[in-house]
């Protein structure tokens, strides 16, 4: 996925919020603001759930774009849409800027008329907009929306781009000033990757204390990365949510394609990874397909078993079974039993991360790595191949995040020798929570 959501130099820009009823074009609109396709877009209502923030410029003037799930009047308690309705009324509060988006064709409905009192409340600056505006016919059907107001408002077509630059002109003047120097911050990047419905959503909220992200008991709710600073464990932290992985994305299609995109997107962005597992089901397949993804991009892995709270004695004896088969491959990857729907044990998850971090940024002194290998070859030498004995002549560690160390040999290194001094690295120096590539030059 080639997505660019809110980095760490961001954070004190101004916010743009694009608020409107389900399939009036707001993320067809952002996509246009931001000038690449970053929201995903689909012929159908409810697409975009959560509250996304894209950065965004024009003019030499950054600014944040916040798209937001479609807001309907008097949702059914408790569903999905009262969520996302919930979450647009939260992205109203926090902007410094709302464009509200009206789609000409249909005109001002039932919904759009309630929600010009939710943002009259607000007090906040609104931009009008008549979005669908493909034709000159279109565009008189502007005027109707005088009535509402809030201004007079603007014609444009997300579709086909007319007036963009003109209501990109108009949000740059109406944005309040910012400092032009943004401080850099050092947050560390979490992110929060599993299976449909383990739970990383309620895990997001109850770290942030807050209803951050669309909880629902359908799989597959978060669609877009979610970048949220949370401060807990003493500092604070920039925590990406991710849509579910469900399958190898050649197989998957339309939403549920772009949604996966953006999530290995997030994995390259990020650090440290927390792999959320639900621990009152049996370990599947995709978890640790997973899991590979994780170890493959060179992340460090903390591994969360979440819903510990739905887990019996008998489950348990089966999960430890279930880890010593099928995680034995990360046995460096610290595992920690939580429940996000009570909280129980999120405490330990800082720590947790602060060791995967450190182990992942770890770099070793090249006479002490070399000293440590000398006692190791001297004990264990490799194995003989081809009638030849390989000799190590010395090795050095390149690079951190993750480790590499390359060893320069007389000749080839079988890989089981490979993973013994990887193994004994680890027993030696720690690298809790990282992975460590190991690599062989033959020099003859």
Request: proline fraction near 6%; include cysteine; aromatic fraction near 6%.
């Amino acid at each position: 996925m080639t997505v660019n959501l809110v980095n760490e130099e961001t954070g004190n820009l101004p916010i743009v919020a694009v608020i409107g009823r389900p399939n009036v074009g707001k993320s067809t609109l952002i996509n246009r603001l931001i000038g690449r396709r970053e929201a995903i877009i689909e012929d159908q209502p409810g697409i975009t759930r959560d509250r996304i923030k894209y950065p965004a410029q024009w003019n030499g003037r950054d600014f944040i774009v916040m798209d937001t799930g479609g807001w309907e009047l008097d949702p059914q308690p408790e569903t999905i849409a009262a969520s996302i309705s919930a979450g647009a009324e939260l992205a109203i509060k926090e902007s410094d800027l709302i464009l509200f988006i009206i789609d000409v064709s249909v005109g001002a409905l039932d919904e759009e008329m309630a929600l010009v009192s939710v943002i009259r409340k607000s007090g906040k600056p609104v931009i009008l907009i008549g979005n669908k505006a493909d034709s000159p016919e279109a565009e008189l059907a502007i005027h109707e929306l005088w009535n509402l107001g809030l201004g007079e408002p603007i014609p444009v077509s997300a579709l086909h781009g007319r007036g963009s630059g003109d209501l990109l002109d108009l949000v740059v003047s109406s944005l309040p000033e910012t400092p032009s120097a943004q401080e850099e911050d050092h947050m560390r990047r979490v992110v929060l990757l599993g299976r449909p419905n383990v739970g990383k959503s309620s895990l997001l909220n109850s770290l942030a204390g807050t209803a951050r992200a669309i909880v629902d008991s359908v799989a597959g709710t978060t669609r877009d990365p979610i970048d949220e600073e949370i401060q807990f464990g003493g500092e604070v932290w920039r925590f990406i949510d991710t849509a579910g992985i469900r399958k190898h994305a050649h197989q998957a299609s339309g939403t549920e394609y772009y949604a996966m995109l953006r999530t290995e997107s997030a994995l390259e962005r990020g650090e440290v990874a927390i792999l959320v597992i639900d621990a009152s089901e049996p370990i599947a397949e995709q978890d640790l397909r997973i899991m590979s993804k994780i170890v493959d991009s060179g992340r460090a892995l903390v591994i969360a078993m979440n819903k510990w709270d739905l887990v019996d004695e008998d489950r348990r004896e089966a999960l430890e079974r279930e880890k010593e088969r099928e995680l034995n491959q990360v046995e460096w990857a610290e595992r920690i039993n939580i429940s996000a729907k009570t909280g129980w044990h999120k405490d330990r998850l800082a720590p947790a991360l602060r060791r995967a971090l450190d182990g992942w940024q770890m770099r070793i002194p090249t006479s002490k790595l070399n000293s440590f290998l000398g006692a190791l070859i001297s004990a264990t030498p490799p194995p003989v191949r081809g009638g030849k004995q390989p000799k190590i002549l010395f090795a050095t560690q390149p690079s951190t995040c993750p480790p590499r160390f390359v060893i320069f040999a007389s000749g080839f290194l079988e890989p089981s020798y490979r993973r013994f001094i990887e193994r004994r690295l680890r027993e030696e120096f720690g690298f809790m929570g990282s992975p460590v590539e190991v690599s062989v030059r033959i020099r003859t």
